[in-house]
C-alpha cells in the first residue's frame, strides 16, 4: 500500500540510481527524505540534489566497481556518520522538495521570461 512505502524505504541501506539520462530521480528524492544514503550515476541534475549533501555518492553510472565502491562505503560508515548523513540528506531533499517553494520559483521565472519578452518584442503596427 502507499501508506506503507515509506517504512519499506526506510529498511533499505542505500537506494542506488544510476540511470544514463534523468532529471533528479523522485526515489533518490524519497531516499534522502528518510535519511537513506542514495548511489547516483554522475547526471547533471545528481549535482544539482547532491554536491554540498554527499558529493562522492555521484559514480560513473557505467562503472560496476564505482558503483560497489561508492554503495560499500556507505554501508560501511560508523553509525554516527551514517546518522549524520542522514539528516543532511533529509534536510537537503524537505528544501529541494518543497512543491510551494519550486511553485512559486518557478512562476517567478515565468514572469521574469514574460517580463523580458514584452520589452523586446517589436510594437505591431
Known amino acids: 500500500a502507499h501508506e506503507e512505502f515509506v517504512d519499506y524505504l526506510r ?13 533528479f530521480p523522485v526515489t533518490v528524492l524519497e531516499a534522502m ?21 554527499d558529493p562522492e555518492a555521484i559514480v560513473d553510472g557505467d562503472d560496476p566497481a564505482a558503483i560497489a565502491r561508492a554503495v560499500r562505503a556507505r554501508l560501511c560508515m560508523p553509525s554516527e556518520q551514517r ?6 540528506m533529509r ?28 520589452a523586446t518584442k517589436p510594437a505591431r503596427s
Open 11 to 23: 529498511l533499505a541501506d542505500v537506494v542506488v540510481s544510476v540511470p544514463r539520462t534523468d532529471a
Open 33 to 53: 527524505a528518510c535519511g537513506v544514503p542514495v548511489v547516483v550515476s554522475d547526471v547533471p541534475s545528481a549535482h544539482e540534489g547532491l554536491d554540498a549533501v
Open 83 to 88: 546518522l549524520a548523513l542522514g539528516e543532511r
Open 91 to 118: 534536510a537537503a531533499a524537505l528544501e529541494r522538495g518543497d512543491t510551494t517553494r519550486n511553485l512559486l520559483e518557478m512562476e517567478r521565472i515565468y514572469r521574469e521570461l514574460s517580463a523580458l519578452r514584452r
